[in-house]
């Protein structure tokens, strides 16, 4: 059983030494397809722009990547002078501004990839413009904020085939994921009934990252923070309490609560695993949430339907069950007994053979009859070499062959799409929205259509439209 990413991640084309010195036809054509690294060399290096350079996880995204030997960051963009400062004086040398367009009009020839580390709404404008102007992205999850989006950035990575694509999901990093992937592409649980997905605690309790749904009067921004840029395409509005910096997250018009923060993290073993899950073809939340004119619903509980055609699945259909604040599966229902869960943010697939549940780093546990066994313990499994997830994201994008690339967009863009239809059907809780994603539109609800599928872009700030978007 390979440890190596599914066979559905893109190949990547690079161009031969040879052909990249001699001909001036190759030189034109990164300038387009983006930065061409001959195989082979070991004195080239990847010239890094990071944009959101401290925030949640900017800090750990750029300090993380700037310790690969052959990558530099060379250029700061914050809209926060303190975050500014701050990353400046871990690269004295690097250009900074605090408006991603600038980056590109300005300094577009100092780098060669981009970290993208920035709320929510922001991701699909700057990761086109990346793409469009033939640079690598390694972005943050969630890719996008607007369904729309999905099918953005989707043609903007098949415009670019050239280039390297990687979201921020490290938690692959852990064995008890590989393992779960293993196992659940080897079919020996059965075939596969339904998903459940518990999402934890903190879109109900407030806190560092998300906001606890009160809406404060208007404040001024923090010292040294360009609200403007910050806003990027979303519509003026005045700055309040817990909106910018950490708890965005909990705001309507700028994340996506605690489902989207984690969905990439939770059900990437099922879109590794499973390349029959595509889209999905319908969406029922039910919620007794605060109003979400403002904020993201909390005490969600979202089913997710997908239509598959394969012998590794029960039925016509798969669901997904996401829940959160707190709320867990039925243990009964699963029938795995009593007992504790492992963590409070669990994924648990339900196979005719036995039932999955894995925790987002581990363990994994593997539960037939009632009882339960450690998925580790799994006949069969290798023994999985320790990796650094974005030093793999460096080597790809130098055409240095790694098996420890996971995430390309393609498959991060179908591991978002569920946490963005759970959370924006909210808006119509108890409703069933049956969702048609190549024409990005609820063919049962037309106002849903109207209202939850995409935004219009304060102009200057709107993504860029590649391959016929």
């Not at 546990?365 to 580790?376: A, C, F, P, Q, S």
């Not at 055409?399 to 799409?417: A, K, N, S, V």
Request: hydrophobic residues 40%.
């Amino acid at each position: 059983m390979s440890a190596r990413p599914p066979a559905d991640l893109p190949a990547l084309r690079f161009l031969s030494r040879r052909d990249f010195l001699r001909t001036a036809a190759a030189l034109s054509a990164a300038a387009v397809t983006g930065p061409v690294f001959p195989r082979g060399r070991r004195d080239t290096e990847l010239r890094i722009l990071s944009i959101g350079v401290v925030g949640t996880i900017g800090e750990a995204d750029r300090r993380t990547i700037a310790a690969h030997p052959r990558a530099r960051i060379t250029g700061l963009c914050d809209v926060d002078a303190g975050a500014m400062a701050k990353a400046k004086a871990d690269h004295p040398d690097a250009f900074t501004t605090a408006d991603y367009r600038e980056a590109f009009d300005r300094y577009g020839d100092r780098f060669d990839a981009v970290i993208v580390a920035t709320p929510d709404h922001a991701h699909c404008a700057m990761m086109t413009m990346a793409l469009a102007r033939g640079k690598h992205v390694y972005g943050q999850k969630p890719l996008v904020q607007q369904l729309e989006e999905l099918d953005l950035l989707e043609r903007a990575v098949r415009a670019r085939p050239a280039l390297v694509t990687q979201v921020g999901a490290q938690r692959i990093e852990s064995t008890a994921r590989r393992a779960a992937v293993a196992i659940l592409r080897s079919g020996d649980l059965g075939r596969v009934i339904e998903v459940h997905v518990a999402f934890g605690t903190s879109a109900l309790q407030g806190g560092y990252y998300f906001a606890d749904g009160t809406l404060g009067d208007p404040v001024d921004p923090p010292a040294g923070f360009d609200y403007d840029l910050w806003l990027n395409g979303a519509d003026m509005e005045p700055c309040r309490p817990q909106m910018v910096r950490r708890q965005w997250r909990s705001w309507w018009n700028f994340g996506g609560g605690q489902i989207t923060d984690w969905v990439v993290h939770l059900t990437d073993v099922l879109f590794y695993a499973f390349p029959e899950l595509t889209s999905p073809v319908r969406v029922h939340t039910s919620t007794p949430s605060r109003d979400v004119s403002h904020f993201h619903a909390d005490r969600v509980r979202s089913t997710i339907t997908y239509a598959v055609d394969s012998p590794r699945f029960a039925g016509p259909t798969c669901s997904f069950h996401f829940t959160d604040s707190g709320m867990m599966p039925d243990r009964a229902h699963l029938g795995i007994g009593q007992g504790e869960w492992p963590d409070r943010i669990v994924t648990v697939v339900v196979c005719e053979g036995g039932t999955l549940v894995l925790a987002p780093s581990g363990p994994i546990e593997i539960w037939r009859d009632g009882r339960m066994t450690d998925g580790l313990a799994w006949p069969g499994l290798p023994a999985w070499p320790s990796f650094n997830h974005w030093h793999a994201f460096v080597d790809t994008a130098l055409g240095i062959d790694t098996p420890h690339r996971w995430m390309p967009f393609q498959t991060g863009l179908r591991c978002t799409e569920p946490g963005l239809l759970a959370v924006r059907a909210a808006k119509y809780p108890g409703q069933v929205l049956d969702w048609d994603r190549t024409h990005l539109r609820f063919t049962s609800h037309a106002e849903a259509t109207r209202t939850i599928v995409r935004r219009a872009y304060r102009a200057g700030f709107e993504p860029v439209r590649l391959g016929g978007a």
